[in-house]
């Protein structure tokens, strides 16, 4: 390309050059001597230009040719671009037609009557042969170099050499099709169409009439290829024999052939039994025989399409049909309307639902049958049946695109957008926008197919958790659509990408809590199909336990053994066994607890109060656990499983929108299990009358502080507001009187609740109170929790940490500096808590961490 423009430039100063001359002008009105003067001069500054001017054009066009060189070099087809003097040019020509023969159009008259250079070029590509001059096409020694590549050349070969049968049977060698470009002559001769005819049986098109009447020519042709019958006279087409080979080879000759054979018994069998479709060109008499039908169908479906109306209303024929391939009921007639019929049809073809009769497609029992076999036969229900769940469901774990066609609230349905995405990950693309937004669902999908990524909201697509989930699954292909910064991050992608990798290995450097992030983000994709498989269990279930593991090394046997590795979470340490235990407590215990009308979110409250050893006896024997726990008195699991079970008669009887975690921290504090044990067989609504009216009974005070949500949680200040569970912290350490303890009178709680500003004002000013440093936890929480999450940590983690720290120099300071102070603070929380146990991480990073680049 740049070659081209050096030509074309060179040509144009040559051009200019040419016409830039300098005329004398006029020296009228000045004294003789000075004229003569003036024009000697000017004379031989003219002479001067001109001799500069021919040096300039001779440079120019030096330059022009060596530039015509380098492109005809480069791209032959750029001679054409070249100005005509080059064209004839035989050295540039030359070097065109070495490049690509096809140049040879674009030479000069002159050059392409010159053997040597046509030699070139046809010796590249024997198309090249078409722009050589007659002489040249004439030359028996280039035209068999043409043939030599393909036969096709005889086309641009003279007449006289497409006479020679020397010739032509070079070019049959190559290609049968070049009989078309030899003399009539030589069509007509048995010899040479046989030769063409064994290269390639569709020649016999060419050849003379004479031989396409040839009985003994044509029979052995239409046994290779029933195709040709359409080249053979008309006689031959009658002789039943040739008909009977070409059926045979090729079922669609009948078409070819004279309604008497159309109409003959075995000649159509044979057609429809190669391609059911040619009953087509049956007669009328015969697409209404039973058996030639059914032979038709057999080979193809379609063939039902060209069948009497009566055989396609024949119940017998069409329901052998569907039976065998569903796409039939589509040219059944009115038989699309039976039950049996469309049932067995969609049970083979799921989409041949699509032919079935509007009644059918209302009908529920056909469209499950139809879903089940492809989902995607969904489409053609009706819309009533789009937005059973059942329905989607089954659909869209049969094929998860079918998930496009379900109803809209279908759409928005957890469970079933999972189940889509489980068969499916490019169902996401079809997942509203909020669900998408949700990680475990964008990780379900990319966990299914990496790529399926594309499809996720860009901040997901830099969610370290879910890239490394794509990563994982797509490998190279699904790095393509993770953000820009982690595609930047060469660590990160060489750790997403390493089938096994080391810990920390690529990450060294990295903080312990963002490593361990990584790590089990990576062991997903190997534990978490055993997890599910084996225990029925969620990965988020298992993650308590997985946190644990130390140190991060020992997660490196989770790539290279995850069988060895799940089945020894059991027997590591009580803490990580315990927490191993209580996640596979569920599929155990849950479908016995229904006995007790006890919640699951209840009985995990319940279980952190039961040892190992009894957590054994859980997986063991679920039954006689929970005997045992309804038969305790006294103690803490007494007492939460009793209030488990108070929650079905209690709940409907608080304010609607009381949460169930409150009205369970008021039944904490009904001091026996005895007095709960009565409530639950007396009856709630005693109960719930003592909370309100008890004085000064425990559970009543507590019930009123819980009861001040409604009041006090829209005054929470801060942006974001605190949990109502931090803030009630700090309330439960008030005291109800004003001479206990530590606090003047102004500190009780009902003065705080009455001076809510000024209570707040309080815990800036004596940040040695409890409740001080409590208060600063609950304004940072929010803040810090979800960049917590990004680092690898969570609140409750750090919390021994932030405990540590200053309430004024350290909490209250970060609070006060706003988004730098927060950033400061988290770099110190980055590390998490020590663990002695994994020596591989320092207790601070290696200089700072952009943290939101995780």
């Known amino acids: 390309f740049g070659s081209s423009h050096r030509v074309r430039g060179c040509a144009s100063r040559v051009v200019e050059s040419a016409r830039s001359k300098c005329p004398l002008r006029d020296a009228s009105g000045a004294s003789g001597i000075c004229c003569s003067l003036l024009l000697a001069r000017a004379a031989g500054q003219e002479e001067g230009r001109r001799a500069e001017m021919s040096d300039q054009e001779g440079q120019d066009a030096v330059e022009l040719r060596r530039a015509a060189l380098d492109a005809v070099a480069a791209d032959g087809r750029t001679l054409r671009d070249v100005p005509e003097a080059l064209r004839g040019d035989r050295e540039v020509v030359g070097a065109a037609v070495a490049q690509t023969g096809v140049a040879l159009q674009f030479a000069s008259e002159a050059l392409k009557d010159d053997r040597d250079i046509v030699l070139a070029a046809v010796s590249q590509t024997w198309v090249a042969l078409e722009y050589a001059s007659e002489t040249q096409r004439a030359d028996s020694e280039l035209v068999l170099i043409a043939l030599a590549q393909s036969g096709l050349a005889l086309k641009d070969a003279s007449d006289e050499l497409r006479a020679d049968e020397g010739i032509v049977r070079k070019a049959l060698q190559n290609d049968g099709m070049a009989l078309s470009y030899a003399s009539e002559a030589l069509r007509a001769k048995v010899d040479v169409v046989v030769k063409a005819c064994d290269k390639d049986p569709q020649a016999l098109q060419f050849a003379s009439e004479e031989l396409r009447d040839n009985l003994e020519l044509v029979c052995p042709l239409v046994r290779e290829d029933g195709t040709v019958l359409r080249f053979a006279s008309e006689a031959i087409r009658k002789n039943r024999d040739v008909v009977l080979d070409a059926c045979t080879t090729y079922g669609l000759a009948l078409c070819w052939v004279p309604e008497k054979l159309r109409d003959d018994l075995e000649v159509v069998t044979k057609a429809v039994e190669q391609c059911g479709i040619a009953l087509a060109y049956a007669s009328a008499r015969l697409q209404n025989d039973d058996r030639v039908v059914r032979v038709a169908a057999r080979q193809d479906a379609q063939a039902l399409e060209y069948a009497s109306l009566a055989l396609r209303n024949d119940h017998e024929l069409v329901l052998d049909i569907v039976d065998r391939d569903g796409r039939g009921l589509k040219w059944a007639a009115d038989l699309r309307d039976n039950d049996e019929i469309v049932i067995m049809a969609v049970k083979d073809c799921g989409t041949a639902l699509a032919e079935a009769s509007v009644r059918l497609r209302e009908d529920r029992k056909a469209v499950l049958t139809a879903v089940r076999q492809d989902g995607r036969a969904l489409l053609f229900a009706c819309s009533e049946l789009r937005a059973d769940k059942e329905v989607v469901l089954e659909a869209v774990r049969q094929h998860g695109a079918a998930l496009a066609h379900a109803s809209e609230e279908q759409l928005h349905d957890h469970k079933i957008c999972r189940a889509a995405l489980a068969q499916d990950g490019t169902a996401l693309a079809f997942v509203p926008e909020e669900l998408r937004h949700d990680r475990e669902t964008v990780i379900a999908a990319v966990t299914q197919r990496g790529t399926a990524l594309q499809y996720a909201p860009y901040d997901l697509r830099g969610d370290t958790e879910a890239a490394l989930a794509a990563i994982n699954q797509g490998g190279e292909e699904a790095v393509e659509f993770v953000s820009l910064d982690l595609k930047r991050d060469n660590a990160f992608v060489e750790f997403a990408l390493a089938q096994n990798p080391k810990i920390p290995g690529a990450l060294e450097g990295l903080p312990r809590p963002l490593v361990r992030k990584f790590a089990l983000a990576k062991a997903r994709r190997f534990l978490e199909p055993i997890i599910k498989e084996e225990h029925d269990i969620g990965w988020l279930e298992a993650l308590p336990a997985l946190r644990m593991i130390s140190p991060l090394s020992e997660l490196e046997s989770a790539f290279t053994d995850p069988e060895g590795f ?203 109170l409890r409740t001080a440093k409590l208060w600063a936890f609950a304004l940072l929480r929010p803040l810090l929790e979800v960049e917590l999450e990004r680092q690898g940590n969570t609140f409750e983690e750090i919390l021994p940490m932030l405990e540590e720290m200053d309430t004024m120099r350290d909490l209250q300071a970060a609070l006060d500096a706003g988004d730098k102070g927060i950033a400061a603070l988290l770099e110190r929380v980055s590390v998490g808590p020590v663990d002695s146990e994994d020596p591989n991480f320092p207790t601070s990073p290696k200089g700072p961490i952009a943290w939101e680049h995780w």
């Open 566 to 768: 799940v089945e020894g979470l059991a027997s590591r340490p009580e803490r990580i066994a315990q927490a191993w235990a209580l996640a596979r407590a569920r599929p155990a215990l849950q479908p016995k607890i229904d006995k007790y009308g006890i919640a699951w979110d209840d009985m995990l409250v319940v279980l952190k109060f039961v040892s190992l050893k009894d957590l054994g006896t859980a997986l063991e024997d679920p039954g006689k656990f929970l005997e045992e726990l309804a038969a305790k008195r006294v103690g803490p699991i007494a007492k939460w499983f009793l209030i488990a079970q108070l929650r079905p008669g209690l709940e409907p009887l608080m304010p609607a929108s009381f949460p169930w975690t409150d009205t369970a921290r008021v039944l904490d504090a009904i001091e026996t299990t005895k007095e709960l044990k009565d409530f639950l067989e007396g009856g709630c609504d005693l109960l719930f009358w003592k909370l309100q009216n008890g004085g000064e009974w425990p559970a009543t005070k507590t019930y009123a502080k819980v009861m001040m949500r409604l009041k006090l949680e829209p005054q929470l200040p801060g942006e974001p507001r605190p949990h109502w569970d931090d803030f009630f912290l700090v309330l439960q350490e008030l005291h109800e009187e004003g001479d206990e303890g530590d606090y003047e009178e102004e500190d009780t709680l009902k003065w705080a609740i009455a001076n809510l500003k000024s209570f707040f004002q309080r815990q800036r000013m004596d940040p040695h």
